[in-house]
């Protein structure tokens, strides 16, 4: 149990890592993104993270840290809403909210995701049988 809930964070915070890389732009393409915009350096951001496990699961402890993080590392510029619960719909609604852009980061099982892509399966593999 133990083996299986340090895999489930490594994945999670791999997942976060790549999320938070692919918010950076290099300083060439942000000027040429926004021409006009150089002097904006007050901007904020805010996200919204939501799940389908209860407010007291480590998913959304998880969640609870990484927004903590968020924050602190862009010195406040960067703040997250988190909806723990399904409070934003199951898996299946919060999954097309991520491809509309109306959700910015979702926590999602490896069983919903496989019944969207055989290829994804591999995720859940690593269960599959005893090491």
């Given at each position: 149990?133990t083996?299986?809930?340090?895999?489930?964070?490594?994945?999670?915070t791999?997942v976060?890592?790549?999320?938070?890389s692919?918010?950076?732009k290099?300083s060439?393409?942000a000027?040429a993104?926004?021409?006009?915009?150089e002097?904006?350096?007050g901007?904020?951001?805010n996200f919204k993270?939501?799940h389908?496990?209860?407010?007291?699961?480590?998913w959304?402890?998880?969640?609870q840290k990484?927004?903590e993080?968020?924050?602190e590392?862009?010195?406040g510029?960067?703040?997250?809403?988190?909806?723990?619960?399904g409070?934003l719909?199951?898996?299946?609604?919060?999954?097309?909210?991520?491809?509309?852009g109306?959700?910015?980061?979702g926590?999602i099982?490896?069983?919903?995701?496989?019944?969207?892509?055989?290829?994804?399966i591999f995720f859940?593999?690593?269960?599959?049988?005893?090491?």
């Amino acid at each position: 149990m133990t083996r299986k809930r340090g895999m489930y964070f490594f994945i999670m915070t791999i997942v976060a890592a790549l999320f938070l890389s692919a918010c950076g732009k290099d300083s060439d393409e942000a000027k040429a993104d926004n021409p006009g915009k150089e002097g904006e350096a007050g901007q904020t951001y805010n996200f919204k993270l939501a799940h389908i496990a209860p407010p007291d699961h480590i998913w959304n402890e998880t969640a609870q840290k990484f927004a903590e993080e968020l924050e602190e590392r862009s010195d406040g510029r960067m703040k997250m809403e988190l909806y723990p619960g399904g409070q934003l719909g199951g898996e299946p609604d919060m999954v097309q909210q991520l491809e509309t852009g109306s959700l910015d980061f979702g926590f999602i099982t490896t069983a919903f995701l496989t019944s969207r892509s055989v290829a994804k399966i591999f995720f859940a593999i690593s269960e599959s049988f005893a090491s």
